[in-house]
């Protein structure tokens, strides 16, 4: 049932091309326009919305993290994401024209949850991004766009991550499409990109064995720190996590522009850093902010890992380890970024002779607020 691989993990891991693959199936015509009539929420009402809120746990939290850049970008209406165990109790402002958007694996994840019934209580619309058929999520909300990665049974969170991201740039995509707004040829291309991701993928895990030797080497470490701008925040906070919960390892993840407001004092020598590099194209102000903070950690004695796009020049001489991903546009790069930091993070948890499928403590689906 392993397919072969010794771990699910492993054998969730490797089915991420096919998993986003088959999340876009059928949703993008040959035009490149979005088929999301799955999703029952009349387009007079899409059109209405002035405030998207997302709300998840954990990994899928990363994700909706991931997605307010996309939607704010793409539709310019104002998004926020929360933590779905804190939502509900800090009173928060909703009616109808708010569009709750509530990301989970299993559907059951009770936080979440609790968090869309009292948006729904409040009157807002409530769209559930989730992985399991007729699961209790999607029942109680108004509509809701599955992911297809298939039953994901190790409990660290992977291939779910990648639909999830596929998932939150169609709704994005297409309130972009739905409203008019910035429907132009950015998002034409970046469809195309989409279309084109899956193989990204598989060729990132083609390249991994590099990335699982330098984890076996670092398994007597007692910290790594994760570091990255704008989209990469997010995806450092997943490697941090993938880190805490299966390596049981001391991980945290920053927005890069804050280590001089207070990180910085944790950088000593030989600490392993790894650094989400956002493109150098594109947004090439945050590229340069982040080069220099490579340097400044380097200078004290950081053990520096750069996850970078091929081809990023600028990056190399400050790079004790460097990781090349495929060039994408700058919003998709959480797709092909994360996998090497869930392959670094299952080989670590290996290495130090953790139980990779069934961390201690952890349960893959929880039912209890
Ligand atoms: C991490 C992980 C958890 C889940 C979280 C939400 O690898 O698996 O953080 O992401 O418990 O679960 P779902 O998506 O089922 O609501």
Not at 12 to 41: F, N, S, Y
Not at 56 to 68: D, F, Q
Request: aromatic share 6%; proline share 5%; hydrophobic share 45%.
């Amino acid at each position: 049932e392993k397919g072969g691989y010794d771990y699910f993990m492993l054998k969730e891991i490797a089915e991420q091309p096919k998993a986003v693959a088959d999340t876009l199936l059928g949703r993008i015509d040959a035009g490149g326009a979005l088929l999301l009539d799955e999703v029952r929420i009349p387009a007079a009402e899409l059109r209405e919305v002035d405030k998207v809120v997302i709300v998840a746990c954990g990994t899928a939290y990363h994700a909706g993290l991931i997605a307010k850049y996309a939607i704010e970008h793409w539709t310019r209406i104002p998004c926020e994401t929360e933590l779905a165990s804190e939502f509900r109790y800090r009173d928060p402002i909703l009616d109808h024209r708010t569009l709750v958007i509530a990301i989970s694996q299993s559907g059951e994840t009770m936080d979440t949850l609790m968090a869309l019934r009292h948006a729904r209580e409040q009157g807002a619309r409530v769209l559930a991004i989730c992985n399991t058929n007729g699961s209790t999520i999607p029942r109680e909300s108004d509509a809701v766009l599955y992911t297809h990665a298939g039953p994901e049974v190790a409990v660290a969170s992977t291939k779910a991550f990648l639909t999830q991201l596929v998932a939150c740039y169609l709704v994005a995509l297409y309130l972009g499409q739905v409203r008019g707004t910035k429907w132009g040829d950015e998002v034409r291309s970046v469809v195309h990109d989409l279309a084109r991701i899956a193989r990204e993928v598989e060729e990132v895990l083609e390249t991994m064995e590099p990335v699982r030797e330098l984890a076996r080497s670092l398994a007597d470490q007692n910290t790594v720190l994760f570091l990255g701008r704008h989209v990469g925040y997010p995806v450092a906070l997943e490697g941090a996590l993938k880190l805490k919960e299966l390596a049981y390892m001391h991980a945290e993840g920053f927005a890069a522009g804050e280590l001089k407001h207070g990180p910085i004092a944790l950088i000593e020598k030989d600490v392993p850093v790894v650094v989400v590099v956002p493109s150098p194209r594109g947004r090439s102000v945050l590229h340069d902010k982040i080069v220099s903070n490579i340097q400044e950690i380097r200078a004290r004695g950081a053990r520096t890992i750069v996850i970078a796009e091929r081809g990023d020049e600028a990056v190399r001489p400050y790079a004790d380890h460097l990781v090349e991903i495929p060039v994408t546009p700058v919003l998709l790069q959480p797709l092909v970024a994360t996998v090497p930091l869930q392959v670094f993070a299952c080989e670590l948890a290996t290495a130090r002779g953790n139980e990779v499928d069934q961390p201690r403590n952890l349960a893959k689906s929880v039912t209890v607020e």
